[in-house]
Structure formats: structure tokens, C-alpha cells
């Protein structure tokens, strides 16, 4: 069993913002794979698939970025699972809009919602998909930054970026993580 937790934040007025890159990409994933991400448990809107031959959970925390750590803490210990098998999905200030970054494991950075998980698991020994969605304008406050919207022309590439970090997670799922970041891990 594999889950998969995109983050953001749920109220409506962070819809499409550049903090919700998460959460568009388990939209994907949930139409690719027809899933209703609905049900509420875990303090998360969740939904079950499978993705080749392995039972998936696809996560939206309910507990606004900055807490995500308790929807997955809640998470690994009701499956008792391995922290490889939790594949988090988030923004990253530190690549160009659309970019899409696999990584084994890692620190949280500067991103709260990475904090959390890791402060509340205890371990940054997890799978994440990074997509870019490029560092905020010189002088624009970087909260404001990440809860506003793309601007038009950046559309394309962050549509592109979310279509990569889904088939990105897929490829985690059935193949492995080294096939996924030598596929997708593209420098250019």
C-alpha cells in the first residue's frame, strides 16, 4: 500500500494558489485513476485507487499547511506502514514554475508544511515530489507569494508540472523511485 498526499491548504480562496500545487496533482491523480477523494478521516479528504498493482490512498490534509505533520502522523501510525511508501507532494520556491524534483528523502527547507511532517514522523526518510513554481518577485512577502494565484503565462508550465508530478508519483508506485527520478529528475 502506497499513499499519496498532496499538500495544501482546504479552505476555497486557496484553490489554484501556488501553496496547493499538492492538492492539484491528487486531483489528477484521483481523475486518472477514479478515485473520489471525499471521505474525511485522518483530519484529510482521502480517496482509494490502485495504481498497478498496489492499493492507494490519496490525501488532502484538513489541516491547513502549516499542520500538515497531523494528518500524517495519524496516517502512519493507523497503517503502520514504511515511510517509504508515503509520497508527499508539495511547492518549491527553489525551481522555475512547472519543474518537477523526486527526491528519496530530505530536509523540510523553508517550507512549513515539510517541517511539520517532519517534526511530527520524526524522520525526513520519505519519498517527495517537488513541483516549482518559481521564487516570489523582489520585494513581494513570500506568504502573500505563495497564497496568490500563477499569472497567466505561467499556466502552461505549471499545467505541465502537475501532469509530470502525477505521472512522476505513478512511476514511483509501479516501478521504483530511482526509475522515477531518472525519468523525471530532467536538468536543463
Do not use: W
Not at 48 to 61: A, Q
Amino acid at each position: 500500500m502506497y499513499v499519496v498526499v498532496g499538500l495544501g491548504n482546504p479552505d476555497k480562496e486557496y484553490e489554484k494558489t501556488r501553496h496547493n500545487v499538492g492538492f492539484s496533482v491528487i486531483d489528477i491523480l484521483a481523475k486518472e485513476y477514479g478515485a473520489n477523494v471525499t471521505k474525511i478521516k485522518h483530519k484529510a479528504l482521502t480517496g482509494e485507487c490502485r495504481i498497478g498493482n498496489e492499493k492507494v490512498l490519496l490525501v488532502k490534509p484538513l489541516t491547513y499547511m502549516n499542520l500538515s505533520g497531523e494528518t500524517l502522523i495519524d496516517i502512519y501510525q493507523y497503517y503502520k506502514m514504511d515511510l517509504e511508501n508515503i509520497i508527499v507532494i508539495y511547492d518549491d520556491i527553489d525551481l522555475d514554475t512547472g519543474k518537477v524534483r523526486i527526491r528519496k528523502k530530505g530536509s523540510g527547507g523553508s517550507h512549513n508544511g515539510m517541517k511539520s511532517i517532519i517534526n511530527c514522523l520524526g524522520s525526513g526518510e520519505f519519498p517527495r515530489v517537488r513541483v516549482g513554481i518559481s521564487k516570489p518577485p523582489k520585494g513581494q512577502d513570500l506568504a502573500n507569494y505563495v497564497l496568490s494565484r500563477f499569472r497567466k503565462e505561467e499556466q502552461e508550465d505549471i499545467d505541465k508540472g502537475f501532469e509530470t508530478a502525477a505521472k512522476a508519483v505513478d512511476c514511483i508506485i509501479r516501478e521504483n523511485i530511482d526509475v522515477s527520478m531518472n525519468k523525471y529528475n530532467k536538468h536543463e
